[in-house]
């Protein structure tokens, strides 16, 4: 038996919006034993230098191995553009983002070649999503738009109405006008818009949810390098694990919103300690 | 004559926001010259560290003081909230937040002692405003509202509609149950939105804006400290300067649209160059 199977995955977020990652990660690979850490205390990192996010990502990978984890999810789309090549140059274990999962099941999934990107401001800006695409297909036509709203929309968790219909008819609407194919929810919290935003672009675009498609790809890693985990008892898979670096405002409510249960396990990290794990 | 009036007024913000102070004072001081500093690199302020929103503030009054500023506005309600005292015990020039100002109008316009304050997550979760309104009545009935949703929209700059209407009315909701009689708009995004909020609260309700309250506390400090500049030329006034960080997508645009005519004299700074700027 491969020792290193029992071991369990960790995943990383800025914040809150990784457990969207989490979930679809729970619901792909249930047996599986999944340690989260999101930095809420300096959340967001899409306004940071390129080495501030890979700083802080050191710091977190460091943490999760402290945890002995046989894989690392990078569930944050900053973090994903910036820091993965200098996390994979340091560590030796498989390390995947949710830019490339997206970008790949995208291409699949758009045979004319017509994409769309929709993120937050510093995602669109970035153009990750554009360069992994036309590395993988460089006759893509592909269309970003960046929809600064609708993370605090999420956040605020407003039932679906007028004010999101309104919203997201607005961020759209150059998708009616010159259809897409796909489209890649570029942004871990709005796989919870999902149902709404198929409604407004129609039903004949297919929606890329980058937290299942990276389950996906995590999956296909574990069977290839014999890593999965077996069941030893009934509640081996269950022990997952949240870290937080802060509890912000209505934190309980919004997590266990995103998670789609109450949270266990959760435990706050200061930043203080994070700071005193050696970096690599 | 005091050689000193003939210099300009600082101004900073972490952002755009402060331009909306910036339209305040060259509407009530016509004469007097601005410099303003938007640290659009470092953009929000709300989500960093006491310290860290110090130092950067440390940066800035040193970068405007080589521009020889007679008085510094700090049109940032978390640079005001947290760095103002650091900030007046380095320097001894007058030094201006944008809390103060706020809160001393909304008392004077509430007789009933009922006031309502709305901002951004971060300035409602500080407290600042509850600190500066109870410390000038104690007997205050003060109700908060976090509204993580207007700056986005304020920034987008859609046209006032059905979006916005259903935004605000789930905002001020509380307020119409529990009416107050000033509410102090404490971000300086809100002043865009002031029609739309003073609709959709109510002709009641005296709306306070702090750029405004803000440019005159400046005016009472320079006509007491005899610091009015007295024009010399036609066109002397008309000199402001401004500089940012960073030159964020859509900046011309947004910027325009804050200051509600084109942007002259602007300038980038290099983080870098601020970085060796000594701080005193």
Known sequence: MNQVAQNPIGIF??????ISVVRAMMELLPD???IYFGDTARVPYGSKSNETVRRFSRQIVNFLLDHQVKMVVVACNTASAIALDDLRGRWNLPIIGVIEPGATAAVNKSPSNRVGVIGTTSTIHSGAYEKALLTRNPNLNIQS???PLLVPLVEEGWPED??????LERYLSGYKQSPVESLILGCTHYPYLK??????IGPDVNLIDSGEETARMVQDILIEKSMAHTPVGQDAARKHHFYVSDFPQRFQETASRFLGRPLENLFRIELEVLESYSVG
């Open 13 to 18: 977020d800025s914040g809150l919006g990784g």
């Open 32 to 34: 599986e034993r999944l």
């Open 145 to 147: 738009k960046a929809c």
């Open 162 to 167: 007028d004010v999101l219909t309104g919203v």
């Open 195 to 200: 149902e709404a935003i198929q409604r407004v």
